[in-house]
């Protein structure tokens, strides 16, 4: 099956996209959400997390307080790895899981730190839903009530911006409106389709 990785800064609106995917068909299989997942109550990794970085990343009701968490790994490089260490085996772990279970022609894998992960899971294309800094900010204080260095904080520690235009084979400008969006998917999504047909003729 062709897996196509769909990747992006933050608030450059790879859940719509992935939504908008998803109406075609699509399977998605999200790293964030999988993320999520392993953090609930009584799973191991949040019992990890909880060990690693103190209770008081623990709401009363047991759950992950993530603001605090997120507060306390962007302000600090090394509890950034340390956090990594402990989600990314089991993150890309379940992803691959999951899209052995999967049966289409193609599946998008969308993975927001792609680039930046080490020993990241493989995909065959990597689609960059792209945007301006100044339009992620934005849309990231509308979305998350963050302040503006919040944001940036997060952003500088992302790939910039031209490193992923750079790396990545598929671009979506997610800068125009929806339907200027949706069609780029079906495009996207017609050459796909194309690619894991040739693909599979060739095997």
């Given at each position: 099956m062709l897996k196509i990785g769909l990747t992006g800064g933050i608030g450059?609106?790879?859940?719509?996209?992935?939504?908008?995917?998803?109406?075609?068909?699509?399977?998605?299989?999200?790293?964030?959400?999988?993320?999520?997942?392993?953090?609930?109550?009584?799973?191991?990794?949040?019992?990890?997390?909880?060990?690693?970085?103190?209770?008081?990343?623990?709401?009363?009701?047991?759950?992950?307080?993530?603001?605090?968490?997120?507060?306390?790994?962007?302000?600090?490089?090394?509890?950034?790895?340390?956090?990594?260490?402990?989600?990314?085996?089991?993150?890309?772990?379940?992803?691959?899981?999951?899209?052995?279970?999967l049966q289409a022609a193609y599946c998008v894998i969308a993975v927001p730190l792609l680039f930046e992960s080490k020993n990241a899971y493989a995909v065959d294309r990597v689609l960059l839903v792209d945007c301006p800094v100044e339009v992620q900010i934005e849309r990231v204080i509308g979305r998350d009530k963050l302040t503006r260095g919040q944001v940036q904080a997060i952003i500088d520690s992302q790939?910039?911006?031209?490193?992923?235009l750079a790396r990545a084979d598929d671009v979506i400008d997610n800068i125009a409106g929806p339907e200027r969006l949706a069609e780029q998917v079906k495009r996207l999504h017609n050459s796909y389709i194309l690619l894991a047909t040739a693909r599979t003729q060739s095997a």
């Open positions: 450059s609106g790879k859940s719509t996209v992935c939504g908008l995917f998803a109406e075609l068909g699509v399977p998605i299989v999200d790293a964030d959400l999988i993320a999520r997942q392993l953090v609930e109550p009584g799973r191991p990794a949040l019992m990890r997390i909880a060990e690693t970085f103190g209770p008081q990343m623990l709401d009363d009701d047991g759950s992950l307080n993530r603001a605090r968490l997120r507060e306390a790994v962007f302000a600090d490089a090394d509890k950034k790895r340390r956090l990594d260490a402990i989600m990314h085996p089991l993150v890309y772990g379940q992803i691959a899981a999951d899209v052995m279970a790939m910039p911006r031209s490193e992923r």
